[in-house]
Each structure stands twice: as structure tokens, then as C-alpha cells.
């Protein structure tokens, strides 16, 4: 019975910490900077936004040319496509893959 007894004690001081999890925050992720041509201190991105079925993409121009886009499925993480040269050929620029390790390995020698 005493057993019982200090173990329901020992839950009931121990419900309280279980019971306030706090959420686990992450940091934004780091936005990439438009190419250096485009960089002027005094102009401020302009940014459209449109929607295409459950999706949202977000343009982003500096002195009417588009260097970034931001799309966010209505699945999934949120990616960039940037044109990181100037020149219109856009890559996909993910913050959280900062680390991209492409696998090597030897199969077979003959």
C-alpha cells in the first residue's frame, strides 16, 4: 500500500512536466542574396505573390528583373529557385540541405 502511495505522489509531481512541452522552434531559414549586379543599397526587392492551385510562389525582382523565386507547396518544405549569376539560368537553393554531400563510391573494379 505504501508503494501504491509514493507512486502515485511521485506521478502527480511529475504530470505537471509532461504536460508543458514546448514547442521545438527552428530558425528561419537564410534567404539568399540577389547576384551581385543587381545589389543597390537604396532598392528594396519587389515581391509578387501568386497562387497556382494550393500552391504559393513568391517572385522576387530588383529593378524589374526577377532573381528568386519562392515556392510553397501545399505538401512539402518551402525551396528557392535562384538565379545566383544574373544571367536567367535558375537553381534550386534549399537552406536546410547547406550541406550536399554527393555519394561516391567504387562498385566494381576490373
Known sequence: ???????CLALLVAAPAFAQDKPKLEPLPDVPP???NLQDESSE??????????????????????YMVKVIPKV???????????????????????KLSVPMWVIKRW
Not at 1 to 7: D, E, N, S
Not at 48 to 53: A, D, L, N, V
Not at 80 to 93: C, E, I, N, P
Open 76 to 98: 512539402g518544405a518551402p525551396y528557392y529557385l535562384v538565379d545566383a549569376k544574373g544571367d536567367g539560368v535558375f537553381s534550386r537553393y534549399d537552406p536546410a540541405d547547406r
Open 45 to 66: 526587392p519587389e515581391v509578387t505573390i501568386t497562387t497556382r492551385g494550393e500552391e504559393k510562389i513568391e517572385e522576387y525582382r530588383i529593378n524589374g528583373q526577377l
Open 34 to 36: 540577389p547576384p551581385e
Open 1 to 7: 500500500m505504501r508503494l501504491r502511495q509514493l507512486l
